[in-house]
């Protein structure tokens, strides 16, 4: 679909198919058009601090944004990891939630709204492992927030945004057609992790990583784990019963059958065929979209890198 993209972090996609990819160095929102021209500037995040992991990160489209045309974006400031909102047609953004702790790695940055139409955030311990159990803490979480950035009605401590604690650092969100969530983590030396995400559950880090010592059922299990080598898993996308899951340093594709919930055993596509593997999502029609992630200064750069891939559904 395009080739020679700086860092493509964020995708999401507008009512009429269009897609908005997120630059994680430059700040910049680019437009692409299924089977169109070259994608094109369409906006510049204002306040974008890269460095390490951080940047402009996640992005996600409003859900009326039929309506009022906004977009939401997850992003590295000066002094935080924060989220605005602002519309494509120009003005300066709208700061709804700041606050999460940044460092060079364990920044999070995945942003998507759910089907109750509520925008859930994924964060990471920001190298302090002791913020993942602090509830007060916004980072290792995954919070969930109204679309005006405030706690979301229903949480699992009211005028909390915090849906779940124990992460380590998230990066995939995803719901089945049941509306279940689950959620990809990277994990620290051994094993990497697709969560069942289910509010006011404790996913154990830092005293669980992997599958592990529940304490009596204190702390969750996840579905899937993987050697670090063979994932670290970014983004993730969810089609029929099918999940897909991007890794990094695998430089693969992993697809995991769903049943009911519960995951089964993961298979591999396109091993080392593209390089590093960030973000995947299923676009209205079906296909299935990849970004690279070569440029980021931890893979071995391709000619034309980085690229977004288009795979047309069957």
Known sequence: MARGIDVPWGLAFLPDGDAVVAERNTGRVLRLSPGGAHP???YEVPGVVAGGEGGLLGLAVSPTSADDNLIYAYFTAEQDNRI???RLDGGRPEV???????????????????????LYVCTGDAGETQRSQDPASPNGKILRLAPDGTPAPGNPSAGSPVYSLGHRNVQGLAWDSA?????TEFGQ???DEVNRIEPGRNYGWPRVDGTGETD????????????????????????????????LRGERLWTIPLNGGTGGEPSARLEER???????QIAPDGALWLTTSNTDGRGDVRDGDDRILRFPAR
């Open 40 to 42: 094109r500037q369409v």
């Open 189 to 191: 030396n051994e094993l």
């Open 84 to 86: 605005v909102r602002f």
């Open 274 to 280: 593209y390089g590093r593997l960030r973000t995947v």
């Open 179 to 183: 509306g279940r969530l689950f959620a």
């Open 216 to 247: 009596g059922g204190r702390y969750t299990d996840p579905l899937v784990t993987w050697p670090v080598r063979e994932a670290s898993p970014s983004g993730m996308a969810i089609a029929a019963d099918t999940a897909y899951v991007a890794a």
């Open 96 to 118: 709804i939630f700041d606050g999460i702790a940044k460092a060079s790695y364990h920044n999070g940055g995945r942003i998507a709204f759910g089907p109750d139409g509520m």
